[in-house]
């Protein structure tokens, strides 16, 4: 569950950060209050918005089971530990 959180984090605040390194790199100022309106933190923010919202798309549509799929969950087989899986089963629609 982590990886999912750190990845949305990551993606909020990537506008932040390169607009940070644009600053640096044009010796701009980073810490000055100047150099992050507010109109431009909004504008970051949307951008920021975006990019979570996009990948929460992305990851819906593209990854996980295949529709229809049909989820085993973790069990013992002879002694031993079988973790959870999913098995397509073609033609069948849930």
């Known amino acids: 569950m982590i990886r999912p959180v750190l990845t949305e984090l990551l993606l909020f605040a990537l506008p932040f950060v390169l607009y940070a390194v644009f600053l640096w790199a044009t010796k701009a100022g980073v810490m000055d209050v100047e150099s992050w309106p507010v109109s431009r933190l909004v504008w970051l923010a949307i951008v920021a918005l975006a990019l979570v919202l ?10 996980g ?9 973790a069990h013992m087989e002879n ?3 079988v973790p959870g899986r999913t098995i397509d089963e073609p033609g069948k629609t849930q």
């Open 54 to 63: 996009g990948s929460f798309i992305y990851f819906a549509n593209y990854t």
């Open 65 to 73: 089971a295949k529709p229809g799929a049909r989820y085993v969950p």
């Open 79 to 81: 002694g031993k530990f």
